[in-house]
Structure formats: C-alpha cells, structure tokens
C-alpha cells in the first residue's frame, strides 16, 4: 500500500452528504464551527460563489472547486458579488440530498430548471473521522484546504471524479447517493495528492509524500513502525548521509525524522486501540515500545489522554449524525 493511501486508511474518514444547493442571485449562508473529527467540505458542482473564514479572509470557488475545513472552522458561503441578501432559503428533497434554494419555491417540478437557472450548484457534505488516528495526515492540513481547477488541463483523475459526481447528483437513479459519497472519498484522495505535487515547495506532509527521494523512508517507517531506526538508516534508504537526510527531511516535513516516526507509532497505536482489543503493551510493542510505561507516557504526551481512556472514547465522533 502506498504512503498516501495508508494514511488515509489509518485516518479512516467517513464521509456523508448533508445537502445541495441550488442558488441565485445574493445568498449568504454561515456555518458555525463543529466539533473535533468532523471537517465539513464543499464542492461546487456548477457556477460560484465566495467562501469567507472567520478571521475575514475570501476565496472565491467555481466549477470543480473543493474546499475542506479539517479543523471544522466556521465560515461562511456568500455570492460572488456580495450582494445584500433578500430572498429566504427554503428546504426540500431532490430524490437524493435535502435542496437548499433560494427562488422562492420547493416544487420538484421546476427542479432541472432552477438547476439551469441557479448561479450555483453546490454539493455539501462532511468527512468524521477519529482525532488521534488521523492527526498525522488531517491535522497537518491548512484550514481550509482548498484544491482549485482553475486554469488547469492536467487534472484528468480529479476532473473526472467531478463530472461524474455531477452527473450522479444530476440524474438522481437509484443508488445515486451511495455513488456520490463513495467518490466523495476518490475526490479526497486525488484532492490531497494533486495538492502535494502542486505546492512542491511548501512543507508538511502531503510536501513529504511528494518528494521522491524521501519517499522510501517514510514508507518504511509506516511499514516497520516498531524498529529502532535510526537516521542514518533511514538516510541510507533515500540515498543520502546522515546530514544531508536529516536537513532536507526537516525542510520538508517542518519536523525532525524522530518527531514523524513519533507521530507515526502514535497514529498507529490510535488505529489498534480503536480497531483491536489487543493489550496496550502489545500495541506498545507493536509500535516500538519495550514497555507499556515508556508507551503510556509518549501516548499521552502525544495525544493527551492515556492509552486506556482513548480506547473508551473510540466511537465518538463516528456515530456522530449529520445534516
């Protein structure tokens, strides 16, 4: 398994779908902040619109744009000339999502032509996932995460993703809501990709995964989190020295090796204590750890709670409803 979908596999996000809107002409919609494990995102099936952050920042969105809250901050969905709101929303059901729209009607009836009519078509859904398990790669994303088509011709996987979500969420035939939201996870995976190779020169993890030469060594870390490696192992595996491995991991990541295989055996034990009823000393072992003090004590450092009260807390914001 590669690196980016181990990660994935690790963090375990669930997505949903929570509606559609079809707008017109001024709308500005708030969505307050939600709490830990559930990032809201919005994909704009058709038009656009401007997202704005709390702290006043704008980004405008337009036809095969995804934006991502990981952190669940609040923002808020406005038109594109910000104009001062007079029609009310109203709320029915297109035959797969609840329908948000703003033309003063809920007929089904006149569904395709307000979709024609509307100035955006915006599907809105949200990824829950567990905190601990999925710090490593959900964490480490700027809030918002926002991959943009814009002016690009080379984004063949994302754009098809995209058009065929569209199309589903267009046609409406039966099973269409569990293809979108199955492709709501394609468009997560391709998004985070794209948005690793398009921003090579900032760091993080997604840079991390990028760079080729650093490749080897992560995958080997997330596939034997329980050796003792060292630097120049690890150095060794992307073919460079110690010194010169050390420096440009740390550019790239923005954290020393030790800090990444740290967060890696964390991730990992977050995953077991989660999925398995395996011991914490054998999920200690399983990451590394000769004892379950040393393994208790780098836990909580890491995640903030002990091993024991993570794993009674696992299902938390899995069972969390949507809507």
Not at 176 to 181: D, H, S, Y
Not at 195 to 202: D, M, T, V, Y
Not at 213 to 227: D, H, K, T, Y
Request: glycine share 8%; proline share 4%; with cysteine.
């Amino acid at each position: 398994m590669d690196t980016l979908s181990r990660l994935l596999d690790l963090a375990r996000p669930q997505a949903s779908l929570d509606l559609r809107c079809l707008l017109s002409g001024a709308f500005d919609i708030d969505h307050g902040p939600l709490e830990a494990g559930i990032a809201p995102f919005h994909l704009v099936l058709d038009g656009a619109c401007v997202v704005e952050t709390a702290d006043g920042t704008q980004r405008e969105l337009r036809t095969g744009d995804f934006m991502l809250f990981p952190r669940g901050a609040a923002h808020r969905v406005r038109d594109v000339q910000r104009s001062a709101v007079t029609a009310p929303l109203t709320q029915s059901h297109d035959g797969m999502l609840p329908l948000r729209r703003n033309d003063g009607s809920d007929s089904h009836d006149s569904l395709d032509s307000a979709r024609i009519a509307a100035d955006l078509d915006l599907l809105c859904g949200r990824f829950v996932y567990s905190p601990g398990s999925s710090a490593l790669l959900l964490n480490a994303l700027p809030d918002p995460f926002h991959v943009s088509l814009s002016g690009m011709e080379t984004l063949d996987s994302l754009q098809t993703v995209i058009a065929l979500m569209r199309s589903e969420a267009e046609r409406r035939q039966a099973g269409a809501l569990a293809i979108v939201t199955a492709l709501s996870h394609a468009l997560l995976a391709i998004a985070l990709r794209v948005h690793g190779e398009q921003n090579a020169a900032a760091s993080g993890v997604l840079a991390l995964l990028a760079d080729a030469r650093l490749g080897a060594s992560v995958q080997a870390m997330l596939s034997a989190p329980e050796r003792a490696w060292t630097i120049a192992e690890l150095g060794d595996l992307a073919a460079m020295s110690r010194a010169t491995y050390a420096r440009h991991f740390n550019e790239r990541a923005s954290m020393t090796v030790m800090d990444f295989l740290t967060q890696i055996r964390m991730t990992i034990a977050c995953d077991l204590l989660r999925r398995t009823q395996r011991s914490a000393a054998e999920i200690g072992e399983a990451v590394g750890y000769q004892s379950e003090a040393a393994f208790g004590k780098a836990f909580q450092q890491s995640v903030g709670v002990p091993p024991g009260r993570y794993r009674r807390r696992p299902q938390e914001n899995d069972g969390a409803e949507t809507g």
